[in-house]
């Protein structure tokens, strides 16, 4: 008898929440906090903590405060004592997270907006084949950030910078298959461009936007 395979779901939560509770960041959340300067990264900062150990908790049936986190190798995120993986990213605001129980996952999020398309900047992370259709776009910064979010929704799977390696993989194709993992857009309306980088053929299943 052949088993079954179990489809792949990755839970998608999009929004602006509002800062919560500082009780519930932990001592080193909240001296990252009294950090930034402007009272609104701050109180961004806290939003995207609070609603984010929300989100976990439900998950994982604790108490918000007394979840813990740890930082790999290359700075990525993960939750102590759960297999749950889950990726976020902010944008001056509205939030994006990605949530999977035992698989990676990568999210990125960007607010669109004219002059983001810098052909210097663009040449680390772009293959050249990627820099010609950008620059033959009828909108240069919509596509530019169409392959720069899902570049980083890539790498935030594995852990890694940027730099690493993505100058020789060619997004252009969407979705596209890389390593086993799909990289797909996510459709948020015309002023936010995102990517979703998960297992391949995962479902994507809206918690709330």
Known sequence: MTATAVQVTVDLWFGEPRPGPIELLSADERLRADRFVSDVARAEFVATRTWLRSILAGYVGVPAASLRF???????????????EFSVS??????LVAVCAGHPVGVDLETLRPGVWDP???????TPQEMK????ATDPDAAFLGLWTRKEAYSKVFGRGLTDRLASVDLRADPTLVDGIEVRSLDLGPNFVASLACPQGAVGTWRTR
């Open 70 to 84: 740890r930082l790999g190798r290359w700075g990525k995120p993960s939750l102590v004592g759960y297999d749950l």
């Open 120 to 126: 210097a900047a663009a040449s680390l992370v772009l």
């Open 90 to 95: 902010h944008a001056r605001g509205p939030v």
């Open 133 to 136: 259709t950008v620059r033959c």
